[in-house]
């Protein structure tokens, strides 16, 4: 199982960022995906899961803002992150499943003014 994840930064507060996670060494097609984050000094804490029928959940402290999505013909699945705050600020990763055992090295989200 590999997770790559890409298109974090630094945003000001009110701003958009697309999160991608490429993945590989499974069947990708087959497997629901998590987004979790993990700020400073806090624990993991999930965000959005997709499952491979398309039902998607959203944690409700990002509900409304952030969106997940997944193109099985390019193995990745996307986290679109709307109206960003302060507190959003953290490691996201993605991890295959439900369980964030198989999960990426992550990519930093910074917002900040």
């Known amino acids: 199982v590999r997770l790559v994840e890409s298109g974090g930064g630094l945003v000001q507060p009110g701003e958009s960022l697309r999160l991608s996670c490429a993945a590989s060494?499974?069947?990708?097609?087959?497997?629901?995906m998590t987004w979790a984050r993990q700020a400073p000094g806090k624990g993991r804490e999930w965000v959005a899961r997709?499952?491979?029928?398309?039902?998607?959940y959203t944690a409700e402290y990002v509900k409304g803002r952030f969106t997940v999505s997944r193109d099985n013909a390019k193995n990745t699945v996307y986290l679109q992150m709307n109206s960003l705050k302060p507190e959003d600020t953290a490691v996201y990763f993605c991890?295959?499943?439900?369980?964030?055992?198989?999960r990426g090295q992550g990519t930093q989200v910074t917002v900040s003014s």
């Open positions: 060494g499974f069947t990708f097609s087959s497997s629901a």
């Open positions: 997709i499952y491979p029928d398309g039902r998607t």
């Open positions: 991890a295959k499943g439900e369980l964030l055992v198989n």
